[in-house]
């Protein structure tokens, strides 16, 4: 049987036109998906079993599901502080009861963009976000800047489907009705592919944004020589390509949250972007990892107000990124219990913060063996969202799409799981009170 | 006989298809290596496949080094993952985000074996 139309739950272009070969329950093929995507639903080793330990470097022993879930319910119970992160990889349906588990146990809830794109929410608060779909961007942008991202390699079929190659109805020469500027601190795969490579110098791209809205503004003359590594003549080169454009759109990525400046860097980038507005039709979108990352936002949105980083022991939800975000509650040491669910924190945080978690209980749900799962002491594991469960996920442009199930499996869904942990933690808590 | 640099992480497609099979040969392939131009090699004189050895501020990590001609002079990079993480600031400079990129390194020649991801993960608890 060839299931069609399918959804790829890896990256946040969320492609939806995949079509997969199931034989006897099994996944035997997959078209039109990139290596990730096709690496992601065939699938790899998997827990077999959930596991608990006491004792972190020891070895772990095989428990029941009812087991593992009344541990896990009892250590967040009893918890001060604790932490409830990740998300990204499941569907919304289980994002919600995440919250709702947060409240319960008066954590805090957070998740991968912690590490990602928090410091774009950041910068939205500061200046808002003129962006659309990638539906327009794909048939009306005629100018394409990718700054500090490199979709090659994080969201390979991004310039394929959306942004550079594909044929949309303005731009119905594909890949000649297109300009295409890469702004990066090296030449990556997406830069070899680019009309323009721009090189910034290593957290510089805060200047290099601040030259080009003042050239936008007409004040070339404030501009030194050189700024963030690149000549004034070249700035404003590519200004005029920017102002030209009928239809501009600015794909950002980690190379403006992660670098010196952080969200302060969206903060001029979205500055950029209204300015140009005066030219022609600008919009700028961040580039979101995972494939529901956007879901989360969005849930949590609806669910507390906030994006992430959402602390609820004071009974509300309280929002305060610096402080109520993973790694500066792991470094203050404020943790005492971490509960880690589709997103490794293990594998994506400095070794720093992980070593926190390292002093403290932590429960790892996750269909496969990742770095968290070194740093646990009960491991739960649960159906692959999107191959096995079917469920609702947002595009990185914000559009909610349903994931097919293409398989059955006997392992609970992240959901089922969380639903029993919420039982039993109301169980106790008012057994206690 | 080392090398001043600044280093970033980030995606690769490699890294992205062993993300569920962290425990694999092939995750570390594809996230345990440490990336920078020839001539940079050179001043280091070391060989693609050869280890060497990234220390910052924060830790220091030992991966095999591979070439990547579009890195610019003092510009190394190491996949997304255990190995850069080792190296990484978590200073979050108030707004959540720790420092995954442009952070100052000295890179090494060295004899060191370089850790799997349970090996670098052991080391954290
Ligand atoms: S580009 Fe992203 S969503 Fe599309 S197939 Fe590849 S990994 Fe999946």
């Known amino acids: 049987m060839i299931i069609k139309d399918v959804l790829c739950p890896f990256c946040g272009c969320l492609c939806d036109d995949l079509a997969v070969k199931v034989e006897n329950n099994k996944v035997v093929d997959i078209m039109h998906a990139c290596k990730i995507g096709e690496s992601k639903i065939r699938g790899h080793d998997r827990i077999k079993a959930p596991m608990m330990r006491d004792n972190k470097n020891s070895e772990f022993r095989e428990v029941s599901y009812d087991e593992a879930i009344n541990e896990s319910a009892r250590i967040l119970a009893n918890s ?14 289980m994002m919600k009861k995440g919250v709702l588990l947060t409240e319960e146990v008066g954590g805090i809830i ?12 950041l910068g939205v608060h500061e200046k808002g976000l003129p962006t659309g779909t990638l539906g327009q961007f794909a048939n009306r942008a005629d100018v394409v800047v990718f700054w500090g991202c490199n979709p090659v390699h994080a969201h390979p079929r991004h310039m394929g489907r959306y942004s550079v190659f594909n044929k949309g109805f303005f731009t119905n020469k594909g890949r ?21 490579y721009v090189q910034v110098n290593p957290g510089e791209d805060y200047m290099v944004l601040s030259a080009l809205r003042a050239i936008v503004a007409g004040r070339v003359d404030v501009v030194p020589d050189t700024v963030g590594g690149i000549s004034r003549e070249k700035l404003v080169e590519v200004a005029e390509t920017l102002k030209g454009a009928k239809f501009g759109i600015v794909y950002f990525g980690m190379g403006l949250t992660q670098s010196r400046g952080k969200y302060k860097n969206i903060d001029n980038a979205v500055s950029l972007v209204t300015e140009l507005n005066a030219h022609g039709k600008h919009s700028i979108i961040p580039m979101r990892g995972h494939y529901n990352v956007t879901g989360f936002g969005n849930v949590c949105a609806w669910e507390t107000g906030f994006v992430n980083a959402v602390d609820m022991s004071r009974g509300y ?26 997103g490794d924190a293990g594998a994506h945080f400095p070794a720093q913060s992980i070593a926190r978690m390292g002093k403290v209980p932590v429960i790892n749900i996750d269909p496969f063996h990742s ?30 799409l349903r994931m097919r199930k293409l398989v059955d499996v006997d392992f609970p869904s992240d959901e089922e799981v969380l639903d029993k942990i919420i039982a039993k933690v109301r169980e106790i808590k008012g057994a206690s009170s | 006989m080392d090398l001043k640099a600044t280093f970033i992480s980030g995606r690769t497609v490699d890294q992205g298809c062993n993300l569920e099979n962290k425990t694999s040969k092939a995750y570390f392939d594809a996230a345990g290596y440490c990336e920078m131009n020839s001539a940079d090699a050179g001043k280091l004189c070391v060989e693609p496949g050869n280890n060497v050895k990234v220390t910052t501020d924060f830790g220091s990590v030992v991966v095999p080094l591979k070439i990547c001609e579009g890195n610019p002079d003092g510009l190394i990079f190491i996949p997304m993952g255990p190995w850069a993480n080792a190296v990484v600031d978590p200073n979050t400079c108030g707004c959540g985000m720790p420092g995954f990129k442009g952070i100052p390194a000295v890179v090494t020649p060295t004899g060191e074996t370089a850790p799997t991801m349970q090996q670098l993960m052991a080391r954290l608890k």
């Not at chain 1, 000649?176 to 323009?196: G, H, I, Q, W």
């Not at chain 1, 491991?379 to 990185?396: C, D, F, H």
């Open chain 1, 80 to 93: 001060r502080r604790p932490l409830l992160y990740g998300w990204a990889s499941g569907l919304c349906e």
């Open chain 1, 371 to 400: 770095a968290t799962t070194e740093m646990a002491n009960i491991v739960i594991p649960t159906k692959v969202s999107g191959v096995e469960l079917e469920g609702t996920a947002y595009r990185m442009d914000g559009v909610s």
């Open chain 1, 176 to 196: 000649r009705s297109r300009k295409v500027v890469v702004f990066d601190v090296r030449k990556t795969d997406t830069a070899n592919l680019a009309d323009e």
């Open chain 1, 110 to 121: 957070d998740n991968t963009a912690s590490v990602c794109h928090g410091p774009s929410a």
């Open chain 1, 317 to 342: 939800p309280y929002y305060n990124p610096g402080e109520t975000c993973s790694n500066d509650l792991l470094m203050r040491e404020e943790i005492d219990a971490a509960f880690i669910i589709a």
